[in-house]
């Protein structure tokens, strides 16, 4: 999810999960390891994190700002036999 771009039905509320983390402990391929934060000397770092698949290095920890969660959720099914159908809906 934060190596890759993740998204789901809160995306677009509250943005990609990435947008909530804060800072990353990553490790090098030296085996360095460096806490990534937008305001520190690994910022660049920080921001190549996001849709890298990895190849920047492995993050081992995450800190992540929270979002409040609703108190409960609604959800619906709907069976649809044709693409028109859908359409139609």
């Known amino acids: 999810a934060i ?3 993740a998204g789901d039905s809160s ?3 509250s943005g990609f999960f990435h947008d909530s983390c804060t800072s990353y402990e990553i490790v090098l391929g030296d085996g360095t ?3 990534a934060a ?4 690994h910022a ?3 921001w190549s994190i996001p849709g890298s698949q990895g190849s920047m290095g492995v993050v081992t920890a995450a800190t992540v700002q929270l979002v409040p969660a609703e108190p409960y959720v609604a959800l619906s ?4 036999v044709s ?5 139609d809906h």
């Not at 937008?38 to 000397?41: K, L, R």
């Not at 693409?83 to 359409?87: I, K």
């Open 33 to 35: 390891v460096v806490t």
């Open 38 to 41: 937008p305001d520190n000397e």
């Open 44 to 46: 660049d770092l920080f």
């Open 77 to 80: 099914l709907s069976h649809f």
């Open 83 to 87: 693409p028109q159908q859908l359409l």
């Open 3 to 5: 190596n890759g771009l």
């Open 11 to 13: 995306s677009l509320a």
